[in-house]
């Protein structure tokens, strides 16, 4: 079914549609779930990625760092890697295969992964950790973690938004990809998070709302940031969960489901990659 | 233990601008001496030590060398997760140092008793875990082991006087230290409580026992070869150590045991359990535990009276060492 490329070699330049792409087909091969979340960041990981992200290459030691702190969502990472150039379509074709480093959470033994990661709660520290190095080395290079809605339910996260604002970690850059759902439901249902907004604002950051599927806005937002100087600054990307294919969007059971052959059919036109 | 450990670490930082110091806003009067010739390079991080492994974890990632310092309850059982996904995982070099192995903040209760730190790190591939005897072996260790690849976990005393005698601070990754000899009964031990043990093999000494007192400062790599080549001379080891006979020395004497399968056997003086709620003086604690050294040597006394009922004739059934 995808012994060829599903995106011509030539044309790597990233978009949310060849994310979302990526995504469809390779849970679909692996038959695997985790779709809406990876559906959830197609435009902001494209914004990183296209756009912002200063990687002349994945070794160099003053690149910037990303951390996918939402692990589960590693599809969508992977998407951007292979589009890169970072990774071959046959590794990528290795996603969830027996013996790979491709699993449904990243892991820094692949190429252009800075941090595993998998358990929520944990990359923030870490961005934390490399934005204080990055200060003490004299460097500009900037840290973006990408964390979830519902990740903001761990502890150990507001010990590191304490920590960013009290050192005005500047060059710390949080995205919340805000889609409202976690595991057993909705977000205000499980544990409410209102106002997420006020509170990471109360806790010292920068804050900035922005429609987390717009490519340009997240760019342009970021683009603004002073990343040099005062308080660290974050993101609350309001997303879909699932976005792009109308049967997911907002629906808890694409956090686990495999996708049929007619529901894949059916997201492939949704996105625009068939008739 | 503790202040002896922050000089060294003076003294290596002055050497090389990798370290840094991150505490969970423990060790005042202790830090000092890093923090005010180190400023930029101290960080007391709050009482957050979750954040202070992930920190450390991203600061290694660009090439430092972070210790984080807390009381050993919370410097390893709080973070334990962060420390397994973060330096663990990632073979960063984050040196976790944890203050108060067994019952050194004995007053203070459950929550700050070590007792079960030993076990938790060792089981993990992957660390180095160090446990010195006194200050001086812990000034040697740390002096052999700071700029290993990988993280390691350092179980610190409070105590900076008391020295293990026959020790002589005495130190080597993966191999473990012998004092005295003796063909009669092994000890073995680890940490601060070697010096009951050797106070111990002493009372036993005047009662016509010969011991070997075997310290393990390096429980990972643990001196596998030191113990089987040992216990295969021995018909009876005594385990000695202020933490849980699950997971600490007791238990990594009794696996090499099995797995070489020698005909030795082992006895495990430890804590067993907690009494809810009692708490008291380190001294009191060990007695409670039968840790302190007429305990120990009682103990032994007896143990070796079921391999061979000789050694308890004409001996005393009371123990009065101190």
């Known amino acids: ?275 | 233990m503790r202040k002896a450990f922050i000089r060294t670490l003076v003294e290596l930082a002055e050497q090389d601008p990798r370290i840094l110091l991150l505490t969970g806003d423990l060790g005042y009067t202790v830090v000092e001496p890093f923090s005010e010739k180190f400023p930029d390079r101290f960080f007391n991080v709050g009482v957050a030590e979750q954040n202070m492994v992930g920190l450390a974890t991203g600061l290694a990632e660009a090439g430092f060398i972070p210790f984080v310092y807390s009381i050993v309850t919370f410097a390893t059982l709080r973070p334990y997760e962060f420390i397994r996904n973060g330096p663990i995982h990632h073979r960063f070099p984050v040196r976790i140092v944890g203050v108060g192995g067994g019952f050194e903040y004995g007053q203070n209760g459950i929550t700050h008793y070590g007792l079960e730190d030993v076990g938790v790190m060792r089981s993990q591939p992957g660390i180095t875990v160090i446990a010195p005897a006194d200050h001086e072996q812990m000034r040697t260790a740390l002096l052999a082991t700071w700029d290993l690849p990988g993280p390691i976990y350092f179980r610190l005393g409070k105590d900076d006087k008391t020295t293990v005698s026959g020790l002589g601070g005495r130190f080597q990754l993966g191999r473990a230290q012998l004092i005295g000899e003796g063909t009669d009964l092994l000890i073995i031990t680890m940490g601060g409580i070697a010096s009951e043990a050797v106070i111990a093999a002493k009372f036993l000494a005047t009662q016509g026992v010969t011991c070997i007192v075997m310290v393990i400062a390096s429980l990972n790599p643990a001196p596998v070869d030191d113990l089987a080549e040992i216990l295969a001379r021995f018909k009876l080891a005594l385990t000695v150590e202020a933490h849980y006979v699950v997971g600490g020395v007791g238990s990594l004497v009794s696996e090499v045991v099995a797995d070489q399968g020698l005909p030795c056997r082992v006895v495990r003086c430890g804590v067993k359990t907690i009494v809810n709620g009692i708490s008291g003086s380190q001294d009191y604690l060990y007695r409670t535990h039968g840790l302190s050294s007429d305990l120990l040597a009682m103990t032994a006394l007896k143990a070796l009276s079921e391999i061979d009922h000789r050694w308890m004739e004409g001996r005393t059934t009371e123990c009065q060492i101190k």
Not at chain 1, 105 to 113: D, F, I, K, Q
Not at chain 1, 235 to 247: C, D
Not at chain 1, 257 to 264: A, H, K, N, T
Request: net charge neutral.
């Open chain 1, 1 to 275: 079914m995808h012994s060829e490329p599903i995106i011509h070699p030539e044309d790597k330049k990233i978009s949310a549609y060849k994310i979302r792409r990526v995504v469809l087909d390779q849970s679909k091969r692996a038959h695997v779930g985790h779709i809406g979340s990876a559906l959830s960041i197609a435009e902001i990981i494209t914004a990183l990625y296209a756009n912002v992200l200063r990687i002349p290459d994945p070794d160099d030691p003053d690149r910037d760092r990303f951390i996918l702190s939402k692990g589960h969502a590693a599809l969508a990472l992977y998407a951007a890697l292979y589009l890169k150039g970072w990774l071959t379509y046959e590794q990528l074709n290795t996603y969830c295969a027996d013996g790979s480093l491709l699993g449904t959470h990243p892991e820094r033994a692949l190429r252009g992964v800075d941090f595993s990661t998998g358990s929520l709660g944990h990359g923030l520290s870490f961005g934390g950790g490399a934005a204080l190095a990055a200060r003490l080395k004299k460097s500009l290079r900037r840290v973006f973690v990408l964390v979830s809605d519902a990740e903001c339910n761990e502890g150990s996260l507001w010990e590191a938004v304490m920590f960013a604002a009290h050192h005005n970690l500047s060059n710390l850059i949080a995205i919340v990809d805000q889609n409202g759902q976690q595991a057993f439901g909705y977000t205000k249902q499980v544990l409410n998070l209102s106002p997420l907004t006020e509170r990471w604002r109360a806790f010292g950051w920068n804050v900035y709302e922005v429609d987390g599927h717009n490519v340009e806005k997240i760019t342009a937002t970021i683009t603004t940031l002073n990343t040099t100087f005062g308080p660290p600054n974050v993101l609350i990307a309001h997303t879909i969960f699932g976005k792009g294919v109308s049967y997911m969007e907002n629906q808890i059971k694409w956090h686990y489901w495999p996708m049929s052959d007619e529901e894949y059919h059916q997201a492939l036109k949704e996105i625009g990659a068939i008739p």
